[in-house]
């Protein structure tokens, strides 16, 4: 516990004194949810809830800030390679799966406390909190997408030898896992041949869980949501700690 | 007591053999040195021996810890100052030895006074609340050299410790190291391609060429076996001069480069007939140097090669294929 503690610190140290990744990462989801949210909130309204389309977007530009934050936190196991600290760590009498928690845990804080930045600022245009327990609620479901998708990035950084295929991650693999989950639009609204992929997508059920959380309304069973997650959680985690436990420095 | 044992440990990356067959024992409080040219497998042997990397064949034994199923135990009683830096430039000194110390299990109170110390030591304490990002060379090496012994090692591994730093630091650190030997006895397994280094720090010098050890004694030891002093020659004609001098009898005369060497004992005693040799026989001559031997002299008599032989390029392939072959 202490080893896991000790990583987990160092990472959220680092977190904290990079004023740049902070502000550099909150940019885009920020950008989405001006633009996406005041250009399309007068020509958009949600079927069935008769909610704005602002208050419909503001869950999915959390998760999605959430899942870039995470992602990043995860591959930048490679910057730690590069640099030559991860031998620091692997050459300590600590085990390999510590470590891989202690990342994992690490950049889960820093996705939250990224999705907690824009849902605070959501509030200054217009959104309004349901209950204490709902953003409790949405919190926990901000910290699963936060493990798996940490855990999800040390996975691949574990096999990448260098920071150059992290564009064609984020391109061909982040991107894609945001742009099907129901962040963008309603689940209910899709064609036929669309609505597979997205119900296969695990994002969809962080998203939806958040939405419960902040409107008290959503299209899949939060329950259900919860579940989907953990095990998602669980699923990265293991691969992640496998293929870590493989990676040499 | 042993404190590193090891027989017959061989690293192969494909059908290239980057460590060949080496075995050496090193006694508690010995400082060793494995000096070779870069690429010659030195930081190879000491990742395997350090569990960052597995050994094809062969065994090893730190304080009594096998490196394949003891790595736990090899872990807890080694030191490690790697070649290339290995300290988080975005914390603070401090905090990258107290990261070091968590990891390692060291209860708090005495932490922070080992943490203390060891700065102190190492004369960063002044500095130990700054970012490592605002170091110099010299001043990270000195830092990873104190959370190297924050967990009191048994056997400290220097890989190439003083690579790329000035003389006065490098001098400093020498002494340093010296310091620790003595006072701390811990064991030092350094490796190096500096002759200086390797002479003026180790008891005993294993010489590593191609993977393979091809000597192992003491500094002192090694350059008598090269066989008393030597004598250089530069002549515009060394073939000649290597002809004149070896008629002699007894010598032997190496070529090499537009000079000729020659080991002998008390050089000084026959520099005036060899200098008679020569013009008796009309050899051109441009200078002659006596020296005493150095472990330059002592890497060309056991490979054939001097150690400024080895190019940019060799090494170069040879990373490039270990990377490639790690894949």
Redesign the interface.
Known sequence: MDIIYTIWLRSVKRYLRSKSRIIGTLGMPLFFLLFLGFGLNSIVSIPGTGEGYTAFLVPGIVAMSVLFTSVFAGIQIIWDKQFGFLKETLVAPVSRMEIMLGQTLGGATTACIQGVIILVLSLFIGLTLSSAAGFLIALCFMALIGISFTAFGIAIASRMEDMHGFQLVMNFVVFPIFGLSGALFPISSLPSWLAPLTMADPLTYGVEGIRYGLSGTSQIDPLLCGGVLIAFAAATALAGAFLFRKMSA | MTAIYVENLTKMYGSFTAVDRISFEIPEGEIFGLLGPNGAGKTTAISML????KPTSGAAMINGHSIAGGE?GV??S?G?V?Q????????TAF?NMD??G????IPNPLRQEKIAELLALVELDGRQHDLVKTFSGGMRRRLEIARGLLHRPKVLFLDEPTLGLDPQTRNHLWEYIERLNREAGITIILTTHYMEEADRLCDRVAIIDHGRIVALDAPGALKEAVGGDVITITSPDPAAVASAVTAAGALRAEQYDGTVRINLQHAERHIMEIVARLSGNGVPADSISIRKPTLEDVFLHFTGRSMRDETADERDRMRMYQRTA??
């Open positions: 350090a569990t960052l990397l736990d872990r807890r080694i490690i790697f290339d830096q290995s300290l988080d430039e975005e914390l905090e990261f070091h968590r990891l390692y299990r790690r894949r």
